[in-house]
């Protein structure tokens, strides 16, 4: 039986656009149709167009008046972003919310994306990194609020500055890790730029804690046949309300940072309960390796240059 969590309240969405990467199943669908019933229109970008069809009948059943399409989106294609981009420039609608919340996560063997990354870095930081510059005219028209989901593991760990994309040595949770810190960088470097470049939109960072999701089950596509034992015992915990969260709970953190009035540019926001795995969302302190703004310029000097996608200065 799973504890009880105070909602949090949400302001009225109506007349927003909102955009959620991971919208197609857990937690990311949470977040969706919780925007939804807050009056939101909903673009949720999907690489499985049938996953996302389900996902939009799902929001509807819970929202019966939403406004929600999908799009064609393959993160690990820098190709696929741009195409995405360019297709939401020509509709020409503002964006007001953007949450970042895809991910992949520990693949057993090193895999690339279509553009040779490794595939969480690739897909976890370098496609949203590619994704909110193709955005970037539409999310300053809507002064938007962007939300980027990192993880309890950008705790610790550092970024391979020398060897990014693991093509010398391979570590699937070091791997990800990193892809979690670039991302991490990104999302507080973007707030100062906007702030120092004047391109009027706001950021932050949200974590979900611990919680049963597709992440550690089993993916085929990343070489992952069977659920791993740590999904196994996130889901076991979860069903008894233990330590960690839900998919439903896990949510709030990041709809907490994106729509509350109370949410700040440039802090993280995660779950408050032991461990920070599970429990009500609150403001949390900067993980060490996010701290360094150094960093997070270097950071995204080398996303520029692996990405070949620029903003402006």
Do not use: C
Not at 89 to 118: C, K, Y
Not at 120 to 140: D, I, R
Not at 191 to 213: E, F, K, M, Q, Y
Not at 278 to 296: F, H, I, K, N, V
């Amino acid at each position: 039986m799973t504890a009880r969590i105070p909602p949090i309240q949400f302001p009225s969405l109506v007349g927003r656009r909102a955009v959620v990467t991971g919208g197609s199943d857990g937690i990311g669908l949470h977040i969706a149709t919780r925007l939804a019933r807050a009056g939101a229109e909903i673009v949720l970008p999907v690489r499985n167009p049938r996953k996302g069809d389900a996902a939009a009948a799902t929001i509807r059943d819970a929202a019966p008046d939403a406004q929600v399409r999908t799009s064609p989106l393959d993160l690990s294609s820098l190709d696929s972003v741009a195409e995405f981009g360019e297709a939401m420039r020509r509709d020409g609608s503002p964006v007001h919310l953007l949450i970042n919340n895809a991910g992949v996560m520990t693949p057993p063997d090193r895999q690339t994306t279509i553009d040779g990354f490794e595939v969480q870095y690739g897909t976890n930081h370098l496609g949203h990194f590619a994704l909110v510059a193709h955005l970037l005219p539409l999310l300053s028209a809507g002064q938007a609020r962007v939300t980027s989901q990192v993880s309890v593991a950008a705790a610790r760990g550092t970024i391979n500055w020398q060897d990014p994309n693991g093509e010398q040595s391979y570590d699937g949770m070091r791997a990800y890790r990193q892809s979690k810190i670039a991302f991490g960088l990104f999302g507080l470097e973007l707030d100062r730029r906007s702030r120092a470049l004047g391109w009027g939109i706001t950021s932050n960072l949200s974590h979900p804690g611990v919680a049963p999701t597709n992440l550690l089950a089993a993916r085929p596509e990343l070489g992952r046949a069977d659920d791993t034992v740590e999904v196994r015992v996130i889901r076991w915990a979860s069903q008894r309300g233990l330590i960690v969260g839900t998919a439903e709970s896990a949510a709030l953190p990041a709809l907490f940072a994106a729509v509350s009035p109370s949410a700040v540019p440039g802090r993280l926001y995660g779950p408050r309960g032991p461990g920070h795995m599970g429990g009500a969302p609150a403001e949390q302190a900067l993980y060490r390796p996010l701290r360094s703004t150094a960093d997070a310029a270097r950071s995204w000097d080398l996303s520029e240059q692996l990405s070949g996608v620029t903003y402006p200065r």
